[in-house]
C-alpha cells in the first residue's frame, strides 16, 4: 500500500516562490509514475507536473518556466519547486503516484496524498 503525504504549502505573495515535498512510503521513486495536481473548489484535479520512471519529466502550459518537478529516490520525496507565484496558481496540491503501464501513465486508480494548501495573493 502506498501512501504519500505532501507538504510545503502556504501563503505566498504574488511573485514569490514555494517548494511542495512528498514523502512516498516504500520504494516507489523511480520507478512509479510520479505527479503533481491541483485542485479548487467545484473544478476537476488538473495535472500541473509529471515525473516518468526514466526521469522525463512534463508540465501544464500554464506553469511551463515557473514550476520544477523533481525526485529524490534515495529519500523516497518528490519535489515541485514553485516560483513566480500567481493568484490563479491557488489551489490545493496533490502528490500523485501510480505504476506505468507500459511506458504509459495512466492516472486512474493512481494512490494519492491528502494535499496541502497554496495561496498566492
Known amino acids: 500500500h502506498v501512501q504519500l503525504v505532501e507538504s510545503g504549502g502556504g501563503s505566498v505573495q504574488v511573485g514569490g516562490s514555494l517548494r511542495l515535498s512528498c514523502v512516498a512510503s516504500?520504494?516507489?521513486?523511480?520507478?512509479?509514475?510520479m505527479g503533481w495536481f491541483r485542485q479548487i473548489p467545484d473544478r476537476e484535479r488538473e495535472g500541473v507536473a509529471g515525473?516518468?520512471?526514466?526521469?522525463?519529466?512534463s508540465y501544464a502550459d500554464s506553469v511551463k518556466g515557473r514550476f520544477t518537478i523533481s525526485q529524490d529516490s534515495a529519500k523516497n520525496i518528490l519535489y515541485l519547486q514553485m516560483h513566480s507565484l500567481k493568484p490563479e496558481d491557488t489551489a490545493m496540491y496533490y502528490c500523485?503516484?501510480?505504476?506505468?503501464?507500459?511506458?504509459?501513465?495512466?492516472?486512474?486508480?493512481?494512490?494519492w496524498g491528502q494535499g496541502t494548501q497554496v495561496t498566492v495573493s
Open positions: 500523485g503516484a501510480v505504476q506505468p503501464d507500459g511506458s504509459v501513465c495512466r492516472w486512474t486508480g493512481a494512490y
Open positions: 516504500g520504494d516507489i521513486i523511480g520507478r512509479y509514475c
Open positions: 515525473i516518468e520512471s526514466d526521469g522525463s519529466t
